[in-house]
């Protein structure tokens, strides 16, 4: 079936570094993807929307030159935080829809989990 | 904007008694989507309803849509240890999730 793959699982930085979160489809093609946001409890709060050869679509108060997106091909998007600090650790997560497939699924990757020190 | 409601947020039972959840929107939906995700892990697709008083099983699993598609249910028959997780509805495909309903199953 289809995967999607998040790259790193965890990562822990200092404030003030930037991290970049892969997401890849290995195995369809994602002319879109979605990132979401999970704090603790929580619910998966969509951050934006990655469209392959444009720019990404953001979610009302989302910072677009804070969570930097770039879908350079049609199985990879990232998503770069810039200038982290401690505010903007959580659990960041991808997912992407196979249009090949009639279920309206959408596939997760596994996530990725930022620590800000 | 819309939103959807879900409810309980936290629900505990002992292995082998029912379990339900519920999702409300505040408008009407096209489809409601279903996803389970367990205890440090991500979201896995389990169901779409897209018709009107739509319902549709799994196993142990019963999923509801509303007639006026604007609420859904997700109900668990003689739970088991292996449907602890976090159940997530999600209306408007990958825009809106209920905030999730947590299972705790007690053996």
């Known amino acids: 079936g289809a995967v999607v793959s998040q790259h790193p699982s965890r990562v822990i930085c200092k404030s003030g570094t930037s991290v970049k979160i892969e997401c890849r489809s290995l195995?369809?093609?994602?002319?879109?993807m979605f990132w979401y946001r999970q704090f603790p409890k929580k619910s998966l709060m969509l951050m934006a929307t990655?469209?392959?050869?444009?720019?990404?679509?953001?979610e009302q108060g989302v910072e677009k030159d804070k969570f930097l997106i770039n879908h350079a091909s049609l199985t990879l998007s990232t998503l770069t935080v810039t200038s982290a600090h401690p505010e903007d650790s959580s659990f960041y997560i991808c997912?992407?829809?196979?249009?090949?497939?009639?279920?309206?699924?959408?596939?997760f990757g596994e996530g990725s989990r930022l620590t800000v020190l | 904007g819309q939103q959807v409601m879900q409810i309980p947020q936290y629900q505990h039972v002992q292995e082998g008694e029912d379990f339900t959840t519920y999702c409300n929107s505040s408008?009407?939906?096209?489809?409601i989507q279903w996803y389970k995700q367990r205890p440090g892990g991500h979201p896995v697709f389990l169901i779409q309803?897209?018709?009107?008083?739509e319902v549709k099983k799994q196993k142990r699993l019963t999923f509801q849509f509303g007639e006026a598609k604007k609420n859904s249910s997700l109900h668990i028959t003689a739970t088991q240890t292996t449907d602890v997780g976090t159940y997530f509805c999600?209306?408007?495909?990958?825009?809106?999730f209920g905030i999730g309903t947590k299972l705790q199953v007690i053996p």
């Open positions: 997912s992407a829809r196979d249009s090949t497939k009639g279920t309206g699924e959408l596939f």
């Open positions: 195995d369809f093609q994602a002319t879109t």
């Open positions: 990655s469209n392959e050869g444009s720019k990404a679509t953001y």
């Open positions: 408008t009407t939906l096209s489809n």
């Open positions: 309803l897209v018709k009107s008083g």
């Open positions: 999600a209306g408007r495909g990958e825009v809106t």
